[in-house]
């Protein structure tokens, strides 16, 4: 009997490892299926790319690295209008300017000593700006993250001490009360020195956005949402490219249950879904972002008076397309 016992064991023990081995396997395979072709941007196309999100964000204008828009309830920093919450703010957007310091402490950045958190050590003044590299090359595996909510440094490592650390004003009034002290001018000249660094941290969400959607998507869908990436990254490069990158940071990949109205979503997941493979594929993909955004404007609460923002989120849509005309862009696209 007990040897009948024990082969019962074995035989579940069997059964356990089995089906690890398949799950893995699965793991392994989505994984597979959600690589991606990008082309790889230059060290002055990485810098064009900031340059341009800074002026869609900020008109380049020095003062709006630190703002607070009318209406939000959340302050805005630095070239791609970083989200940074208060202590216990729960809203439907994600954070992302802790993401940003953890980014840039990583590279070797010195950061105020009020934005770093209290038990990690401080980078040395003589430590030095890290290196331009191309973080399209350096990013980790991350599929199964989205890459607006992780806490995740550039080389895949969790960053938790820097999501300890909390946006210091109660409200906007708070905020602009402060608009000139010494914490806020430390922000802004912080901000104003590392775009090349911020410009890495945009480029580096792209490739784990796709990879998360291509992974949360059903397998049916996943051959074409990739076919639709690829097509469109290589169009017009870097154009094609430059429309993905600023999309993501943008509206996010999409794939975050809070940031829905009605049900419905407004990143990139959405607009890849919505494109028509029928028309060239930047075209394609400007007008199912417009499509997508005005939904959300009608899907949105009235309180939030989205309508006053469309033209000018279609405005920057349209610089996807005025992009491909540029001595910079290459003349192909499939």
Same mark, same amino acid.
């Given at each position: 009997?007990?040897?009948?016992?024990?082969?019962?064991?074995?035989?579940?023990?069997?059964?356990?490892?089995?089906? &690890?081995?398949?799950?893995?396997?699965?793991?392994?395979?989505?994984? =597979?299926?959600?690589?991606? +072709?990008?082309?790889?941007?230059?060290?002055?196309?990485?810098?064009?790319?900031?340059?341009?999100?800074?002026?869609? /964000? &900020?008109?380049?204008? *020095?003062?709006?690295?630190?703002?607070?828009?009318?209406?939000?309830? +959340?302050?805005?920093?630095?070239?791609?209008?970083?989200?940074?919450?208060?202590?216990?703010?729960?809203? @439907?957007?994600?954070?992302? #300017?802790?993401?940003?310091?953890?980014?840039?402490? /990583?590279?070797?950045?010195?950061?105020?000593?009020?934005?770093?958190?209290?038990?990690?050590?401080?980078?040395?003044?003589?430590?030095?700006?890290?290196?331009?590299?191309?973080?399209? %090359?350096?990013?980790?595996?991350?599929?199964?993250?989205?890459?607006?909510?992780?806490?995740?440094?550039?080389?895949?490592?969790?960053?938790?001490?820097?999501?300890?650390?909390?946006?210091?004003?109660?409200? *906007?009034?708070?905020?602009?009360?402060?608009?000139?002290?010494?914490?806020?001018?430390?922000? *802004?000249?912080?901000? !104003?020195?590392?775009?090349?660094?911020?410009?890495?941290?945009?480029?580096?969400?792209?490739?784990?956005?796709?990879?998360? @959607?291509?992974?949360?998507?059903?397998?049916?869908?996943?051959?074409? @949402?990739?076919?639709?990436?690829?097509?469109? !990254?290589? &169009?017009?490069?870097?154009?094609?490219?430059?429309?993905?990158?600023?999309?993501?940071? #943008?509206?996010?990949?999409?794939?975050?249950?809070?940031?829905?109205?009605?049900?419905?979503?407004?990143?990139?997941?959405?607009?890849?879904? =919505?494109?028509? %493979?029928?028309?060239?594929?930047?075209?394609?993909?400007? =007008? !199912?972002?417009?499509?997508?955004? =005005?939904?959300?404007?009608?899907?949105?609460?009235?309180?939030?008076?989205?309508?006053?923002?469309?033209?000018?989120?279609?405005?920057?849509?349209?610089?996807?397309?005025?992009?491909?005309?540029?001595?910079?862009? /290459?003349?192909? &696209?499939?």
């Amino acid at each position: 009997m007990p040897e009948i016992k024990r082969s019962r064991i074995k035989s579940s023990d069997n059964i356990v490892l089995a089906a &690890c081995l398949v799950l893995l396997s699965q793991i392994a395979f989505a994984q =597979a299926s959600a690589q991606i +072709f990008l082309p790889k941007l230059t060290s002055s196309q990485a810098l064009w790319l900031g340059e341009r999100i800074f002026a869609n /964000e &900020c008109a380049s204008k *020095r003062a709006c690295l630190t703002s607070w828009n009318e209406g939000e309830d +959340f302050p805005s920093l630095g070239i791609g209008h970083f989200i940074w919450y208060k202590q216990n703010q729960d809203e @439907i957007f994600t954070e992302t #300017f802790p993401d940003l310091l953890a980014h840039l402490h /990583e590279t070797g950045v010195t950061l105020p000593s009020w934005l770093q958190p209290s038990h990690l050590p401080a980078n040395s003044a003589e430590q030095p700006v890290g290196p331009a590299t191309n973080a399209l %090359d350096t990013i980790s595996d991350r599929h199964n993250q989205d890459i607006r909510a992780g806490k995740f440094s550039q080389n895949g490592n969790r960053q938790p001490a820097y999501s300890e650390i909390d946006s210091p004003w109660e409200s *906007r009034a708070d905020f602009y009360a402060n608009i000139n002290s010494t914490r806020m001018e430390e922000l *802004r000249t912080l901000l !104003a020195t590392t775009q090349r660094e911020q410009a890495q941290f945009i480029i580096a969400r792209l490739e784990s956005s796709i990879g998360a @959607i291509i992974i949360k998507s059903p397998e049916a869908e996943r051959e074409r @949402i990739k076919y639709r990436v690829e097509r469109l !990254a290589h &169009c017009h490069s870097p154009a094609g490219l430059y429309a993905l990158i600023d999309y993501v940071h #943008f509206k996010g990949t999409g794939l975050a249950e809070g940031e829905r109205y009605a049900g419905q979503g407004w990143g990139l997941q959405q607009v890849l879904n =919505a494109m028509d %493979d029928s028309h060239a594929p930047l075209e394609s993909f400007a =007008a !199912a972002a417009k499509q997508t955004l =005005a939904r959300r404007v009608a899907n949105a609460p009235s309180e939030r008076r989205e309508q006053r923002w469309l033209k000018g989120w279609h405005n920057r849509i349209d610089t996807y397309l005025a992009t491909a005309v540029l001595p910079m862009a /290459e003349s192909t &696209c499939e």
